[in-house]
């Protein structure tokens, strides 16, 4: 039975639009600045949203389902006022009472800065998680902080990287919710007291300590079209006003100044790392900052209507986002042990059955790691514990292996031990602290299981499951690109909002031409958009006839930027040295941000904007290609640029992208993927055919297997193969820069040991001959129009598996098992 659609009051909208900007501003729409009248929008929306919001609340009291907790230090939700509308199924409405009020939707939605709580797949990933959460009807909370500065914002200047902070709450944030009387206390540093109290209970108590008050703001996260409103809760961090500054002796004076300080530095920055972890002092204290009050809010609220805390894992469920929430296991116990008395077995009993823990890369420099004394000195109470679980874990080991025949005991300790070397193991922690340990996509599951894992998949198989990640189609079809989400509507109804695997029904019109035709026209009209944005951003003009080449994502040496703009270099030169040759014009896009340390990454950025200046203003070229670098690549400019893609590009060295989620939204929007038999792509191409996706490079077996023997001589390449050498030596031969030394240290990474790494760690050179041959056959089947159409509508009819939708719905089957609410939409 076809659901109603939620209703929307397009008239009391308007008036209280009209309101709103006369209240909050004192002015009439005449006067009101685009900001006021966005803000004066946003703040009419809210009052719809929030009687949803509380009906969630009130069947949630009555019903009593299992919470899931989504612990996470990032979530990248991107801008909110769109995608509410569009959850409310109230975008048409809204964008026709504008219009009469003589505004474009599009133009109020542009005054909203993109909230970037997060730096990429991870942080994205969350905020997806959520929209399915509500939208499937299950109770949950995204936990994460309220940093004040999100993800800098990226200008480009003479080519180069510059970081800007992010400002996002600079004129407040409407839809937002304070929460101060929801605040709580998390303590620092000072020491651990022991002593029996009355009952003869050995009571741990930590004193000494700085505290801070955390105070929640909840944002809402609207499911599509079923009334359910579910809570991101981000954490701000204040000051404890408890003293008189005048009373003060000298000690407490000192004290509470440190304590003002600590809590205006605590939420004050996300940190700007995309699998690599910086061991700063403070990144460990906002991870247990958000914790201990996300952990302490969730046992309350248990509590509220439950009296038996050893079920709390009946109703609630942790899970962690990647390590950096994996203080959560010891505050759990320490909650369960310190404050409700339960002894170590029962609340590791509980602590097990409430969390679960997701691995999102096998990168060896992003696995976390902090140094026991510092982790000791800020968190005195939770390092006994983790001390206690370690003792606890390291005695298992032994009792499971001792007499084992053939089996290293100590090696065994060695690598699973959650303190080693004076550091603290969080990966280890948190597989041992839960019962459930996933990867992201089938193939980095099974790396897990075998190599970075093995040991703990040995011991505990029960724990190991996969789960690959999916995209919303809400934000990432029907907002990013209303054209193609209107036709599939037309084609095949609208069922695949919340059902994505109706797609499949879009397969009965590959070979139709009328479709072939309508697709391919939508993909123009996306591309003219993007074509339009670039012209505007980077004054550079690009032919939307020509292919859309597009790799958007963070940068990274193993995401291999540097392959797909070596190669680019390489078609440059050749196009020079043949100009007669038959060259199908391709707009060779990039958007990335890069650590604000990472200076090989930085560097590369460099090096494609000076490819860019040569290629674009070299008349030789007559335009057949383009480089464009989009600056600041973030959600909202990302929903343009996936619309307009042609082909996606995911190539990755085999084996270090654990899933990748763009992959995934250029696939829905009808992009075709050429990619390496990496993380999610497998599936992808497993999907779609192998007849419509490019794939080249490396395979992760054989990867893994040069990393292993240390056989790989890129030298040899570069000497035998004269392509990788043109390309290569135009580096450092004044081509793309004055001063030949600027790429120099590219040049070197490819050729020399550099610091610790291997030459060409990532392997462009071994790959770099079939990625352009893989590169040649797009240009073949591009010129081929109908053979093209069928590919890339062939690319969107088979995304169904993808949706973060599908991802949801097996976490709760297989590891959650949440209960659906029951609210009746209105
Ligand atoms: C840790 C400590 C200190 C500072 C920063 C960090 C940190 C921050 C972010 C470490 C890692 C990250 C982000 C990792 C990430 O985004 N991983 C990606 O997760 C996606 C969702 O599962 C996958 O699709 C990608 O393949 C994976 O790279």
Avoid at 257 to 277: K, M, R, T
Avoid at 510 to 518: C, F, M, Y
Avoid at 655 to 662: F, L
Wanted: aromatic content about 10%; overall charge negative.
């Amino acid at each position: 039975m076809k659901k109603k659609p939620l209703s929307f009051d397009k008239d009391l909208f308007k008036r209280s639009v009209l309101y709103n900007v006369k209240t909050l501003y004192r002015k009439t729409m005449e006067e009101a600045t685009p900001q006021e009248i966005y803000q004066a929008a946003a703040y009419a929306i809210k009052d719809a949203i929030v009687d949803h919001w509380m009906t969630t609340q009130k069947a949630a009291a009555e019903q009593d389902p299992k919470i899931v907790y989504y612990m996470s230090m990032e979530f990248l939700m991107g801008r909110a006022f769109g995608n509410n509308l569009i959850n409310l199924q109230a975008y048409k409405p809204v964008k026709e009472a504008l219009d009469e009020l003589g505004l474009d939707v599009n133009l109020v939605e542009d005054q909203e800065p993109d909230p970037a709580l997060g730096n990429g797949g991870l942080g994205r990933l969350a905020a997806c998680f959520l929209d399915s959460l509500a939208t499937l009807g299950y109770m949950a909370y995204g936990c994460g902080i309220r940093y004040k500065y999100g993800m800098f914002r990226q200008q480009i200047k003479d080519g180069y990287q510059v970081e800007v902070p992010d400002t996002w709450l600079e004129n407040g944030n409407p839809f937002e919710l304070r929460r101060s009387e929801l605040a709580k206390e998390v303590k620092f540093g000072g020491y651990v007291n022991m002593f029996t109290d009355e009952y003869g209970r050995t009571i741990f108590r930590q004193e000494g300590y700085q505290v801070v008050r955390a105070v929640p703001y909840d944002l809402p996260v609207i499911g599509y079209g079923n009334g359910v409103v579910d809570t991101l809760r981000i954490w701000d961090a204040e000051p404890i006003q408890c003293f008189q500054l005048d009373s003060f002796d000298k000690g407490d004076y000192q004290k509470a100044v440190e304590q003002e300080n600590l809590a205006s530095q605590l939420c004050e920055v996300l940190y700007p790392n995309d699998n690599h972890i910086a061991g700063k002092e403070l990144r460990l204290k906002q991870q247990y900052f958000f914790i201990s009050a996300s952990v302490q809010t969730a046992v309350q609220r248990y509590l509220r209507n439950h009296d038996d805390i050893r079920k709390l894992y009946e109703k609630t469920v942790f899970q962690l986002n990647d390590t950096h929430p994996t203080v959560a296991v010891a505050e759990l116990m320490r909650i369960l042990m310190d404050d409700y008395y339960l002894s170590w077995d029962d609340a590791w009993d509980v602590t097990t059955k409430t969390c679960c823990y997701t691995n999102h890369t096998i990168m060896s420099e992003a696995l976390e790691k902090w140094p026991v004394d510092l982790f000791q000195r800020l968190l005195p109470r939770i390092y006994q514990i983790v001390d206690e679980i370690n003792r606890r874990f390291v005695d298992q080991i032994m009792r499971t292996y001792s007499g084992s025949a053939g089996i290293d005991v100590q090696a065994k300790i060695r690598s699973m031990a959650i303190l080693y070397d004076n550091q603290v193991k969080m990966a280890h922690l948190a597989i041992v602290g839960g019962h459930s340990v996933n990867g992201v996509a089938k193939l980095h599951t099974e790396i897990l299981k075998q190599r970075e894992l093995k040991d703990f998949y040995e011991m505990m198989p029960e724990k190991f499951n996969n789960k690959t990640n999916g995209i919303t189609q809400r934000r990432f079809l029907m907002h990013a690109n209303p054209l193609l989400a209107d036709w599939v509507t037309e084609k095949i109804g609208d069922d695949w909002i919340t059902d994505l695997s109706q797609m499949d029904k879009l397969k009965d019109f590959v070979n139709d031409k009328k479709a072939q035709a309508e697709f391919m026209d939508i993909k123009l009209k996306n591309k003219q958009r993007l074509a339009e944005y670039i012209l505007e951003h980077n004054g550079v003009k690009v032919d939307p006839k020509s292919i859309f080449d597009v790799q958007v994502k963070r940068l990274h040496e193993y995401k291999r930027q540097l392959l797909n703009i070596l190669t680019v270099m390489y078609k440059y030169h050749d196009i020079k040295s043949h100009p007669n040759k038959d060259f199908y014009p391709k707009t060779y896009i990039f958007g990335a941000k890069a650590a604000a340390g990472y200076l090989t990454a930085k560097l590369t950025i460099k090096l494609i904007n000076s490819v860019a200046e040569v290629i674009n203003n070299d008349p030789d070229i007559k335009g057949k290609i383009k480089v464009v670098f989009i600056e600041d690549y973030r959600v909202s400019n990302a929903e343009l640029i996936f619309a307009a893609a042609d082909v996606s590009e995911q190539i990755s060295t085999a084996s270090k992208e654990a899933s990748g989620t763009g992959n995934m939204k250029m696939m829905l929007n009808g992009a075709v993927t050429i990619g390496t038999m990496d993380g999610a792509n497998v599936e992808i191409v497993n999907e779609v055919g192998e007849e419509n996706a490019f794939i080249f490079g490396l395979s992760s077996q054989e990867v893994m297997e040069y990393e292993k023997n240390g056989n790989y001589n890129p030298m040899d390449i570069y000497n035998s193969d004269p392509n990788v050498k043109k390309a290569l030596d135009m580096l450092v031969d004044g081509t793309f820069s004055k001063d030949k030394e600027l790429f120099r240290p590219l040049y070197n990474c490819l050729l020399n040991k550099v610091g610790g790494n291997r030459a060409d760690q990532y392997f462009i050179l071994k790959d770099f001959e079939s990625y352009l041959e893989a590169q040649k056959k797009i240009s073949d089947a591009y010129a081929d129009k109908k053979r093209w159409a069928k590919m890339a509508l062939m690319n969107t009819a088979c995304c169904g598996k993808f949706s973060s939708d599908r991802t949801i719905q097996e976490y709760v089957d297989e590891v959650w098992h949440l209960d659906k609410l029951n609210v009746e939409a209105k």
